[in-house]
């Protein structure tokens, strides 16, 4: 096996990794070789998430990060697209500092 180096890491929406991994697969196609077990399930588990996001994700993420929040929160949010303001507190708790009116931002952006 060939070791690789991280080189950095950046978080991503679940619809921008379902992304990378088509692409990889078309490669492995293309040269008609066996697509890795960790990719295939990978891609299994994000087809199981529900998709159809109404929203552009950019767009999401843009007004998100207009409220100061970090970007792996923004990601989360976006990722899991909470209902109600119970699960935004759940996802923002101990990751930054918060009071309700960013709460009722965040449920109208995503909303």
């Given amino acids: 096996m060939v070791a690789k180096k991280i080189l950095s890491v950046k978080p991503i929406t679940n619809a921008e990794a379902d992304k990378y991994l088509k692409d990889i697969e078309e490669e492995f196609t293309k040269k008609e070789k066996e697509v890795p077990y960790e990719i295939q399930q990978t891609k299994d588990y994000l087809g199981k998430i529900p998709k159809g996001q109404k929203k552009d994700e950019k767009e999401l ?3 998100l990060k207009a409220l100061n929040l970090n970007e ?40």
């Fill in 61 to 63: 993420a843009q007004k």
């Fill in 72 to 111: 792996n929160v923004i990601i989360e949010l976006i990722n899991i697209m909470p209902k109600n303001e119970e699960i935004i507190k759940t996802i923002l708790y101990k990751r930054t500092e918060f009071n309700d009116d960013t709460v009722k931002q965040i449920k109208e952006i995503l909303q």
